[in-house]
Nanobody
Framework: VQLQASGGGLVQPGGSLRLSCAAS????????MNWYRQAPGKPRELVAQ???????NYAGSARGRFTISRDNAKATVTLQMSNLKPEDTAVYYC??????WGQGTLVTVSS
């Protein structure tokens, strides 16, 4: 499977942004899909995860502000981010099964 992320950009604090990840190849519907992020000088961290059936888990920093969803028919996974904070600034990566990575998309939260 190949992953293509999109949707990053510059947003003001308190704003919202929607990241999308399109997957090619087979078996998407059985994959656990993840969004990770890596801020400058920091290790990559798991932000949100969604299982094949739609069960979602979130990092504490994302819970209540971010929503992960998937469309198995379209082979896409989405991260809806709201109430963004400057500390959410990072390169966001789509990931499948913990081992397959897409290219990152930069999210900058700044006034």
């Amino acid at each position: 499977v190949q992953l293509q992320a999109s949707g990053g950009g510059l947003v003001q604090p308190g704003g919202s942004l929607r990241l999308s990840c399109a997957a090619s190849g087979s078996n998407f519907r059985i994959y656990v899909m993840n969004w990770y992020r890596q801020a400058p000088g920091k290790p990559r961290e798991l932000v949100a995860q969604i299982g094949p059936g739609g069960a979602a888990n979130y990092a504490g920093s994302a819970r209540g502000r971010f929503t992960i969803s998937r469309d198995n028919a379209k082979a896409t996974v989405t991260l809806q981010m709201s109430n963004l904070k400057p500390e959410d600034t990072a390169v966001y990566y789509c990931n499948a099964q913990g081992t397959i990575w897409g290219q990152g998309t930069l999210v900058t939260v700044s006034s």
